[in-house]
């Protein structure tokens, strides 16, 4: 049977995976989006977009069908 991790080592694991996971989303967004001001989505934000789902789909983090 496992140890369970002590609440405080939780939270503070938990903090740091939000941390990652703020900083990834934050870069790809960052990546992505280059006019904030419009609805449309231009041919480089399209495009990068491609990139990062093909570059996600290799590292088989895209959930399949």
Same mark, same amino acid.
């Given at each position: 049977?496992?140890?369970q991790m002590?609440?405080?080592d939780q939270i503070k694991q938990f *903090?740091?995976?939000l941390g990652t996971?703020? @900083?990834l989303t934050e870069?790809?967004?960052?990546g992505c989006? *280059?006019?904030v001001?419009?609805?449309e989505? @231009?041919?480089e934000e399209a495009y990068q977009v491609q990139q990062n789902e093909a570059l996600e789909a290799k590292a088989g983090l895209l959930s399949q069908p």
């Open positions: 049977m496992a140890a002590p609440e405080s *903090k740091e995976f996971y703020n @900083k870069t790809c967004f960052i989006v *280059k006019d001001t419009t609805r989505v @231009k041919p």
